[in-house]
């Protein structure tokens, strides 16, 4: 049997902490190549550096991301 993968209901806060758990979700949900694909297509060069710079992000992509990986 394979390892269910729960989904989270509510988003986590808008903190740093919280953008990291964002995007650590959504590689587990959806894949770490569907989430490089989205980040590519909003125009940010790359996944390490979204993860590394998520002070230079605003809560419109995070919540783009959530709801994202919650509707999968």
Do not use: C
Not at 40 to 64: A, C, D, Q
């Amino acid at each position: 049997m394979g390892k269910k993968i729960k989904k989270q209901d509510t988003m986590p806060s808008l903190t740093i902490q919280g953008k990291r758990q964002i995007i650590a979700g959504a590689i587990k949900i959806l894949g770490k190549n569907h989430v490089e694909s989205w980040v590519i297509s909003k125009n940010i060069p790359s996944l390490t550096y979204f993860e590394e710079h998520v002070r230079k992000f605003g809560p419109r992509y995070f919540r783009e991301l959530f709801n994202l990986s919650k509707n999968q």
